[in-house]
């Protein structure tokens, strides 16, 4: 049987330093995710963002946590298999920031 590999949270350290690298992410540690506000111009600009968040979310098979309100997405970025933040999250982050 293949040997899986399993995903750890980040520790304090790694956290803070990839909150330096995303500025637009809050760590909402109620919720042990990555946290960000999207506010589009309209309905359809939220909803066009929100498809190719999916589109980059599927190919990395790693999903967020959103809702939609007319033009704003809240997301909510954390990794339940590792208990928290993992390194995907970051790279999930990092691939939303490069879309806004």
Do not use: C
């Amino acid at each position: 049987m293949p040997e899986t590999k399993s995903i750890a949270a980040l520790g304090e350290a790694e956290l803070a330093q990839a909150l330096v690298l995303l500025p637009h992410w809050q760590h909402d540690r109620a919720r042990a995710a990555l946290y960000r506000r999207v506010v589009m111009p309209d309905f359809p600009a939220a909803m066009a963002f929100m498809v190719q968040v999916g589109f980059a979310a599927e190919r990395m098979d790693h999903h967020p946590e959103w809702s939609n309100v007319y033009n704003r997405v809240d997301i909510w970025l954390t990794t339940h298999d590792a208990g928290g933040i993992s390194t995907r999250d970051v790279a999930l982050a990092g691939i939303i920031d490069a879309l806004i």
